[in-house]
């Protein structure tokens, strides 16, 4: 599909091009749906070989963030920003120059951190717009948040699996131990189940995961191992057509973005009979936690509430699709398209 057919196929509201010589900034900002509220997604800046490139980045990516958003119950369209950059040219003048283009937008866009984007990024971003979330001293890093949402939904499989939520003895097989899947290593060992680790990098955190009791696996050997539940949270499009086949899990969830390589790869878990707590939903405490600053005054304890909801969403889900046979991926994406045509409830 062009990028042309993509927009009319998916009703993208608005995607805005910006250029300011002097500061390097070459941005697309797409704003996918407002129907519920300002669209939020972060701003993702990476050197794309091509301006057709960037274009099917910002749309793909601003449309799930309309399914995210609106899954999580948060009163926010969905939109993207991304710009075309080489990483190690970042600087002050081209974030200022990024705030301008959000700000023209007039609050129909909120912006926040994504890949390569940092806190400095966007604080000096503010310096041009208000219109940006995951403030330094408002709501902060993320990745607490989507820890324990990420726990939280792997608790609904165990539900859905075993008949109870608690994880003592659950065989849990996790990839990647960074911000998100160190901080959940942690919670789900406390929690007592027995767990399986690979990281690329963050050995320290490797051998911290080790000494609390975890064990670790080669990555290339993650996929086969024997367990319950496979919680990859490194990168996306780990479940393909190479690794599926290897699977000995009951159920997968983790929180990487974007798991699936295509919707066929959700077709594939469900024949093997493996259950998948869909991407968008078990990852969305991120979004659940900075996103209130869009709408709201920041409450901690809100959030909270409304993340540990993420539970109740996934089991449904789960159960539903154990009803009707459909994939997990599809039913998801239909209770977020629901939401979006008839508004939260
Ligand atoms: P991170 O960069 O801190 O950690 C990623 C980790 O994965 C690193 O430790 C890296 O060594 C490891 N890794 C990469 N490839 C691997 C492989 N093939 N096998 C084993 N380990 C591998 O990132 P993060 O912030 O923890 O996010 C992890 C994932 O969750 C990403 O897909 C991200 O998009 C998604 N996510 C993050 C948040 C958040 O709040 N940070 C929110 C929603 C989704």
Same mark, same amino acid.
Request: glycine fraction near 12%.
């Given at each position: 599909?062009?990028?042309?057919e993509?927009?009319?196929?998916?009703g993208? @509201?608005?995607?805005?091009?910006?250029?300011?010589?002097?500061?390097?900034?070459?941005a697309?900002?797409?704003?996918?749906? !407002?129907?519920?509220g300002p669209?939020?997604?972060?701003?993702? $800046?990476?050197?794309?070989a091509?301006?057709?490139?960037?274009? %099917?980045?910002? $749309?793909?990516? *601003?449309?799930?963030?309309?399914?995210?958003?609106?899954?999580?119950?948060?009163?926010?369209?969905?939109?993207?920003?991304?710009?075309?950059?080489?990483?190690?040219?970042?600087?002050?003048?081209? %974030?200022?120059?990024?705030?301008?283009?959000?700000?023209?937008?007039?609050?129909?866009? /909120?912006?926040?951190?994504?890949?390569?984007?940092?806190?400095?990024?966007?604080?000096?971003?503010?310096?041009?717009?208000?219109?940006?979330?995951?403030?330094d001293?408002? *709501?902060?890093?993320? *990745?607490?948040? =989507?820890?324990?949402?990420?726990?939280?939904?792997?608790?609904?499989?165990?539900? %859905?699996? %075993?008949?109870s939520?608690?994880?003592?003895?659950?065989?849990?097989?996790?990839?990647?131990?960074?911000?998100?899947?160190?901080?959940?290593?942690?919670?789900? $060992? +406390? #929690?007592?189940?027995?767990?399986?680790?690979? !990281?690329?990098?963050?050995?320290?955190?490797? @051998?911290?995961?080790?000494?609390?009791?975890?064990?670790?696996?080669?990555?290339?050997?993650?996929?086969? =191992?024997?367990?319950?539940?496979?919680?990859?949270?490194?990168?996306?499009?780990?479940l393909?057509?190479? !690794?599926?086949? =290897?699977?000995?899990?009951?159920a997968?969830?983790?929180?990487?973005?974007?798991?699936?390589l295509?919707?066929?790869?959700?077709?594939? #878990?469900?024949?093997?009979?493996?259950?998948?707590?869909?991407?968008?939903?078990?990852?969305?405490?991120?979004?659940?936690?900075?996103?209130?600053?869009?709408?709201? =005054?920041? +409450?901690?304890?809100?959030?909270?509430?409304?993340?540990?909801?993420? /539970? &109740?969403?996934? /089991?449904?889900?789960?159960?539903?699709?154990?009803k009707?046979?459909?994939?997990?991926?599809?039913?998801?994406?239909?209770?977020?398209?629901?939401?979006?045509? &008839?508004? $939260?409830?």
């Amino acid at each position: 599909m062009s990028n042309l057919e993509f927009i009319k196929t998916y009703g993208h @509201e608005e995607v805005a091009f910006f250029q300011n010589e002097k500061a390097g900034l070459r941005a697309i900002i797409g704003v996918h749906s !407002t129907k519920l509220g300002p669209a939020l997604g972060g701003c993702r $800046l990476y050197p794309y070989a091509s301006l057709d490139d960037a274009l %099917f980045d910002v $749309l793909r990516l *601003s449309r799930g963030m309309s399914f995210k958003n609106a899954a999580a119950g948060l009163p926010l369209g969905g939109g993207k920003g991304v710009i075309i950059a080489d990483p190690k040219a970042k600087c002050q003048d081209l %974030f200022e120059a990024y705030g301008e283009a959000v700000d023209s937008l007039g609050g129909r866009y /909120y912006t926040a951190e994504d890949v390569n984007t940092t806190v400095q990024d966007m604080t000096w971003t503010m310096n041009k717009t208000k219109y940006v979330v995951g403030q330094d001293g408002v *709501s902060g890093d993320p *990745s607490p948040y =989507t820890a324990i949402g990420g726990v939280d939904g792997i608790k609904a499989v165990a539900k %859905f699996l %075993f008949g109870s939520d608690s994880l003592k003895g659950v065989k849990i097989a996790l990839q990647g131990l960074g911000h998100v899947g160190f901080d959940m290593a942690k919670q789900l $060992l +406390d #929690l007592g189940a027995d767990l399986i680790v690979s !990281t690329y990098s963050n050995r320290k955190n490797m @051998e911290e995961a080790k000494s609390w009791g975890a064990k670790e696996v080669p990555d290339a050997d993650i996929y086969s =191992t024997e367990c319950d539940i496979l919680a990859p949270c490194a990168l996306g499009a780990t479940l393909n057509y190479k !690794t599926i086949p =290897t699977l000995k899990c009951k159920a997968v969830a983790g929180i990487a973005n974007n798991q699936l390589l295509d919707d066929e790869c959700g077709v594939m #878990l469900k024949k093997k009979g493996i259950a998948y707590a869909p991407d968008f939903i078990i990852n969305g405490g991120g979004v659940i936690n900075a996103g209130q600053e869009a709408f709201t =005054t920041y +409450d901690k304890e809100k959030v909270l509430v409304q993340v540990h909801n993420i /539970y &109740n969403t996934v /089991y449904n889900i789960l159960e539903e699709s154990k009803k009707t046979g459909e994939p997990e991926g599809v039913i998801a994406q239909r209770f977020a398209e629901e939401r979006i045509k &008839n508004g $939260l409830k």
